[in-house]
């Protein structure tokens, strides 16, 4: 192996270009040269790329989103596609390529070795949501953004003794709602990996207002339901003033926390090593404090757990 090239896929998260940064002099220092391929899986399809040194990858630690672009690329869904950039990456003389993302970028990663590439992936999305490691990069960064929204959302909420509704990202996954809530004390989480009802909700919000809470905080996970619709249902059940926040893409950009920074740097490390000691189709993760790898099929097919015990404490520390 002499030549790797690197890639960030699907949607951005804040510490991608920390990723990219030490997977860059990770190869240098292992005598391998770098390409950084434009736009995700695009870049492989419609060559291009640009050739990767230690400068190139200085000063872009601290940036979210990520300066080599990310796209989700249907034409890499069909076998021409896949056929194209597999034909380009072996002319350009690329044996490895490292893929920066969330499970969908792995699955990709994962049909580039089906057609030969050696691969390795580096967990990166919000959402939290890969099977094989605790922490994905972006998710540290993002339930921090989301606090922070909390914490201001509070002071009106108290102000007006009001009930509100926040709702952070999520599609299939309610790891940044369950951390922020935790973090940013609300009384009520509402996730897609657990049923929930419109009666508990309200009557969670009933005991608040009896016990002489100043607010009701609820946070939402986008996959668990619109908070529009849910703050209607609750309107016409206990006729109350219910306001709502629909975080969205703030959450995806900002300066990457240094936790994320740091697993970042680690993971891309690794990833490289990985692949210099001869390992292929993994992905790097983190268990605890410790980096382990874990199969790219399981790492995207697999579903994390969700804490049942931090389910519960977000009740417990809302009475
Ligand atoms: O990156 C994951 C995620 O943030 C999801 O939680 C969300 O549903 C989705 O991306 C939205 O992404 P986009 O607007 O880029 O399609």
């Known amino acids: 192996m002499k030549r790797v090239g690197v890639l960030t896929s699907g949607g951005d998260s804040p510490g991608m270009n920390a990723a990219i940064r030490a997977i860059t002099r990770t190869a240098i220092y292992g005598g391998l040269s770098v390409v950084g391929f434009f736009n995700g899986f695009e870049g492989l399809i419609k060559n291009k790329f640009e050739e990767l040194d230690l400068t190139s990858v200085g ?97 009106t909420a108290s102000a007006f003794e009001r009930t509100f509704l926040v709702e952070v990202m999520g599609r299939n996954s309610g790891m940044i709602a369950l951390y922020s809530a935790i973090a940013g004390g609300a009384d009520c989480v509402v996730i897609p990996e657990r049923s929930w009802n419109i009666d508990s909700l309200c009557a969670s919000i009933k005991y608040g207002q009896e016990r002489g809470k100043l607010h009701n905080l609820i946070v939402v996970a986008e996959g668990a339901g619109h908070a529009f619709n849910i ?75 969700i804490d049942d015990d931090l389910i519960e404490l977000v009740k417990i520390l809302a009475l």
Request: aromatic share 6%; net charge neutral.
């Open 231 to 305: 703050a209607e249902q609750i309107k016409r059940k206990l006729n109350i003033d219910v306001r709502v926040t629909v975080l969205g893409h703030i959450q995806r950009g900002g300066t990457p926390s240094a936790f994320d920074r740091i697993i970042a740097s680690r993971l891309g490390a690794e990833a490289v090593k990985l692949l210099l000691s001869g390992e292929n189709d993994k992905m790097v993760g983190l268990t605890g404090h410790d980096i382990n790898s874990v199969f790219l099929e399981d790492a995207f097919s697999k579903r994390p757990i």
């Open 59 to 155: 000063g872009q630690m601290d940036k979210g989103g990520t300066f080599l672009g990310t796209a989700r690329v249907p034409e890499f869904e069909t076998s021409e596609g896949q056929k194209k950039a597999t034909a380009n990456l072996k002319k350009l003389g690329v044996d490895a390529v490292i893929v920066v993302g969330g499970d969908g970028s792995l699955r990709g990663a994962h049909v580039l070795y089906s057609y030969g590439i050696l691969t390795m992936g580096v967990p990166a999305s919000i959402d939290n949501d890969l099977w094989g490691t605790d922490y994905c990069i972006g998710f540290d960064t993002a339930v921090n953004t989301a606090i922070d929204a909390i914490s201001k959302i509070r002071d």
